[in-house]
């Protein structure tokens, strides 16, 4: 099937009779839609038209008519719509081409209408253009992000990556967004990252997509689910993710409770709780997933150190020392005293902790962890050491107290 190029909106052919005609052979559910689309062209009612024609777009049962209706209709009239408005009907219209050949094709042609969102700089034989007014940018920036997916369905990764540097680009220079712009990329962004499988920056784009979009009501159950898992694989093999706190907070993960999948909703609470006891318990579910299976020992290493991280954390506060013996360390983390001070090492060059070791000694001086995210008894322990540390405080200024009076009977003596 060959893509013709739109019509020109100059052109003397009125779309009337294409309206009618549609209007006359739709179904009785769709015939007021087409009346108002119609109404609304002949009134040059733009602004009506164009939201008539958004919510068309997206209704069940209207895809068998969408590219006709881009193709004979909408082309006709592209200067009259809203730009960023325009790119998402053909977005949606996209989806209704049978190959993602055409699909890309289709996208194309529509970007290179789009106005420039790039100002032209001055030179001896031209005054210069500036950057046009919103939402120009938006709108390229959103159709390099439907152009990118579909470059990513037909597996031109190299392709799609250009496509999404510009767009990230583009978008970075902005001083406003609107949400779904921003989702476009992020979603493109999380699923490029997910066929490469690079958990970070997946991990990352999925969760700053989630942030851009009603989960309820512009996502299925499926798809929540769907995401929900893969957000805990990727938390779990990412090697620079050692805080679950935003993914424990978000509502998505909810979905996992009941299904099949629970069981990685609790392995990531108990990642984020250093809990090893509770992760030897769930790992004969790794088998469920391979690729969690394949990486226990990786698995194992990380749940370690999240031990660590719980363990200096939980450590009293009571002002005698900050100093934490390799046996300490290895009792909690369930190690070999030989190997904490690997565990350590690690530990500081993910910039996870903070502080000095002693080998010979055998001890650590731990002055800082990374901050998370606190849950259930984690809070109880906060609020202990922070009563600890109000009575240290208090006692403190009952002795500095104490000095002053005996320094100053001491000079009233003299």
């Not at 053909?90 to 290179?112: D, I, N, W």
């Not at 942030?211 to 929540?224: G, I, M, N, Q």
């Not at 993710?241 to 424990?248: D, M």
Request: net charge negative.
């Amino acid at each position: 099937m060959e893509i013709d190029p739109p019509a020109s909106t100059s052109t003397s052919t009125s779309p009337v009779p294409y309206l009618e005609a549609q209007q006359s052979s739709a179904p009785e559910e769709l015939k007021p839609w087409w009346n108002k689309i119609r109404t609304a062209y002949e009134k040059k009612l733009w602004h009506n038209l164009t939201v008539v024609l958004t919510e068309f777009v997206f209704l069940p049962g209207t895809g068998p008519y969408q590219i006709e209706l881009f193709e004979k209709f909408i082309s006709t009239i592209e200067s009259k719509i809203n730009a960023l408005k325009l790119v998402e009907i053909a977005r949606r219209v996209g989806r209704e081409y049978a190959e993602p050949e055409l699909t890309l094709k289709f996208l194309q042609s529509l970007h290179s209408r789009l106005a420039s969102p790039y100002p032209v700089p001055p030179s001896d034989d031209h005054p210069g253009t500036p950057a046009p007014p919103p939402p120009a940018a938006s709108a390229y920036a959103l159709s390099l992000s439907s152009i990118a997916y579909a470059q990513l369905l037909l597996g031109d990764l190299p392709a799609c990556k250009v496509s999404l540097d510009e767009c990230e680009k583009l978008l970075a220079e902005q001083d406003t967004v609107e949400p779904s712009v921003n989702a476009g990329y992020y979603g493109v962004a999380g699923d490029y990252f997910k066929v490469k499988a690079d958990y970070g920056p997946y991990y990352k784009n999925a969760l700053l997509y989630l942030a851009c979009v009603d989960t309820e009501r512009e996502l299925s159950k499926e798809d929540r689910q769907s995401r929900a898992h893969d957000l805990c694989i990727a938390a779990l093999l990412g090697e620079t993710i050692y805080n679950f706190g935003e993914l424990l907070q978000h509502p998505i993960l909810q979905t996992l409770v009941g299904t099949e999948y629970e069981w990685i909703k609790d392995l990531i609470s108990a990642f984020n709780g250093g809990e090893i006891g509770k992760f030897e318990s769930l790992a004969n579910h790794l088998s469920n997933e391979p690729i969690l299976e394949s990486s226990a020992p990786f698995l194992r290493q990380k749940i370690c150190l999240m031990a660590l991280i719980q363990t200096v954390f939980a450590r009293p506060r009571d002002g005698s020392s900050r100093l934490m013996t390799f046996q300490t360390i290895g009792e909690a983390t369930r190690l070999p005293t030989h190997e904490v001070e690997h565990l350590l090492m690690k530990a500081l060059s993910l910039s996870l902790i903070k502080g000095s070791l002693d080998q010979v000694a055998g001890t650590a001086d731990i002055s800082w962890v990374q901050p998370r995210v606190l849950e259930g008894n984690q809070l109880d322990t906060l609020a202990e050491q922070l009563e600890a540390w109000c009575a240290a405080v208090g006692t403190t200024e009952q002795r500095v107290e104490e000095q002053r009076i005996l320094a100053k009977q001491a000079v009233l003596v003299e």
